[in-house]
């Protein structure tokens, strides 16, 4: 790959677009689309050249990025449906796939293969860092598919992350990506339920938070994203809960662990807990929130 490597970015949201203007930074000719004409103006505005359409996004592509929500619209973009053909169709052989979507590993070797079926190189490439890793090109890419694949795609991928994992064979890179969120989702809860408990108790919680951060409980909860307002400056929770990794998306990925546990046998009981108190905080109607905003449910006093 070159600085003119010519680049088709699908998916551009809270994460998509900040990954697409770091390429185009970069100096690779990236084309963005989305089908939210909000998400393209406000990658236009932030300088990145969006297309009018799928088809004039992939004009010449060498390499197709993908950053979507859920497994159904990787499918559907890749593989199409009634409505429309999938874009394996559509790409010329020798063309690099990355999807940088976190979906069930069952849906990323589905894909995968009818990739490969077609002559195309295709990896899954779930990352790890949130929307400030994806602003500031330090994310982790935790990939699964073939290892010439991923050298090819190694100087792509370092213009938007700071750290590569190759786990094995397509699918691994998102088995290992839900395996990293359901330890986060446990332990984000569990902080949550330290601090209210010391709070309820009259501790202050900032004070507990500093012991905990240089003590055997210390994690990402209580360091970069914790739970309780006011802790950390930059924390989500200090901004209403806004912004960051929403609860939505991580009662996605443990439900997506739970059934890849299911799928081997594998015994998950504190990811099916987490999965479960995620779901009341959705239900409490705070699923568009910050994950952390799971502290409101153990909160004494809070609504």
């Known amino acids: 790959m070159t600085e003119t490597t010519r680049v088709a970015f699908f ?14 930074r970069a100096g690779l000719a990236v084309r963005g689309f989305d089908p939210s004409e909000a998400a393209c103006s406000a990658a236009r505005g932030a300088g990145l050249p969006v297309a009018a359409s799928a088809e004039e996004v992939l004009a010449d592509a060498q390499v197709v ?62 990352v790890s860092g949130g929307v400030a890793g994806a602003q ?19 100087p792509v991928l370092q213009c938007m992350g700071k750290h590569i994992f190759h786990m094995g064979r397509n699918g691994a890179g998102q088995v290992a990506k839900l395996c990293n969120n359901m330890a986060l989702g446990v332990i984000m809860a569990v902080t949550a339920e330290a601090l209210a408990l010391g709070a309820a108790h009259g501790l202050d919680p900032k004070a507990l938070s500093q012991m905990m951060a240089v003590s055997t409980g210390r994690s990402w909860a209580t360091e970069v994203c914790n739970p309780w307002p ?74």
């Open 11 to 24: 998916g551009l949201g809270h994460m998509g677009g900040p990954m697409a203007l770091n390429l185009h």
């Open 65 to 126: 990025i993908s950053m979507l929500p859920a497994s159904r619209h990787v499918e559907r973009l890749y593989l199409g449906d009634d409505d429309a053909p999938g874009l394996l169709n559509r790409l010329p052989p020798g063309t690099l796939i990355l999807d940088c979507s976190t979906i069930a590993p069952a849906s990323a070797q589905r894909v995968a293969q009818a990739a490969a079926a077609r002559g195309l190189a295709m990896l899954d490439a779930p």
């Open 136 to 154: 500031a090109g330090t994310l982790t890419f935790i990939v699964g598919g073939d290892a010439a694949a991923l050298e090819r795609a190694r």
């Open 230 to 303: 006011g802790v950390l400056e930059a924390a989500p929770a200090t901004r209403g809960y806004q912004g960051g990794f929403a609860n939505d998306l991580m009662l996605k990925d443990l439900g997506l662990a739970v059934e890849a546990g299911l799928n081997v046998g594998a015994i998950t009981p504190l990811g099916e807990l987490a999965r479960n108190l995620y779901a009341l905080n959705s239900a409490a109607g705070r699923g568009g929130l910050d994950f952390s905003s799971v502290l409101q449910l153990l909160r004494r006093g809070s609504p």
